[in-house]
């Protein structure tokens, strides 16, 4: 199920293990997101180039200021919410 939302957009691809941790924590947390997939859409590859270069990672998050995360640990990621770690 893809998440829409403002808040955080997230560039990624079905393949990568990373990117399916992220979504799992995004998704358990009940945390909105939109899930830009590099494979299938030619215009989320071309952004992602734009804003990472020839250097890009999987899975990049863009939050709502601005900030961009390239791989973040779950840790990282839930400090920069203000989430916890896990679900209770």
Do not use: F, N, Q
């Amino acid at each position: 199920m893809e998440k829409t939302s403002a808040e955080i957009i997230m560039y990624g691809t079905a393949w990568c293990p990373d990117v399916a941790r992220t979504r799992r924590y995004l998704d358990r947390h009940d945390i909105d997101y939109t899930y830009r997939d590099i494979d299938e859409e030619s215009e989320a590859m071309a952004a992602l180039l734009e804003l990472r270069g020839k250097d890009w990672v999987v899975p990049t998050l863009i939050l709502a200021d601005g900030t961009v995360l390239d791989d973040p640990s779950i840790r990282d990621l839930a400090d920069l919410l203000g989430r916890p770690k896990r679900k209770r």
